[in-house]
């Protein structure tokens, strides 16, 4: 039988330190230039954990935009958005299918405007240019009144909430709602 002496030789390694943050113990190295690297420097990379400079960051194309596309998506965005305000003030009556229109058309104008690329700021674009939508279409339905009365069909009616019906403007509850949907949908179409 085989004696199996113990030996202090096989303790664990001394914790490096960071290259970046001394003051961070790490076990972990750069998987290319071997640099010590801790939990707040490294970058997963499909063949193991890196230090920034070796994962060579680059932006994604999706998400890389130009302020001339900002410029652009801008314009388009206020177009359309400005179609369907529009729209939505002549007939109160639809205006759910006004606002759908703008939750659809909307977000795939500024999309294709800046060559379908997404992201926060063409997000904030997006949800802007709604929101102008529907402030035009409370001008225009302010501005003209039963302009297009379809035999009775198209009148506003007024709002089950009183505060709503004592407002300058037309507006109701589902007036809310339908801005909420085409933000929503202008902001997942973005993402």
């Given amino acids: 039988m085989t004696n ?3 030996d202090d030789t096989n303790e664990a390694d001394p914790p490096l330190y960071c290259a970046k943050h001394p003051n961070e113990p790490t076990y972990l190295r750069c998987g290319r230039c071997e640099k010590p690297i ?19 960051l680059q932006s994604v194309p999706t998400y890389a935009i130009d302020s001339s596309i900002y410029v652009k998506a801008v314009l388009f965005g ?3 958005s ?4 529009v729209l939505m003030g002549l007939f109160p009556a639809f205006e759910f299918w006004a606002a ?3 939750g ?13 690329k997404r992201g ?4 904030m674009v997006g949800i802007a240019c709604v929101v102008f939508g529907f402030v035009a279409s409370r001008y225009v339905s302010y501005q003209y009144p039963g302009l297009i009365p379809m035999a009775g069909i198209n009148l506003p009616f007024g709002s089950e909430i009183d505060f709503f ?10 007036t809310i709602v339908w801005l909420a949907m085409s933000v929503f949908f202008t902001y997942k179409r973005l993402q």
């Fill in 78 to 80: 206020l177009l359309v």
């Fill in 82 to 85: 400005g179609a369907a305000g």
């Fill in 165 to 174: 019906n004592h407002l300058p403007f037309y507006i109701t509850q589902y």
């Fill in 104 to 116: 659809v058309a909307v977000p795939e104008a500024v999309a294709r405007a800046s060559n379908q």
């Fill in 100 to 102: 759908l229109l703008m």
């Fill in 120 to 123: 926060p700021g063409l997000q």
């Fill in 38 to 56: 801790c939990a707040k420097c490294r970058v997963s990379t499909p063949v193991g954990f890196r230090c920034y400079e070796c994962a060579n």
């Fill in 4 to 6: 199996y002496a113990t």
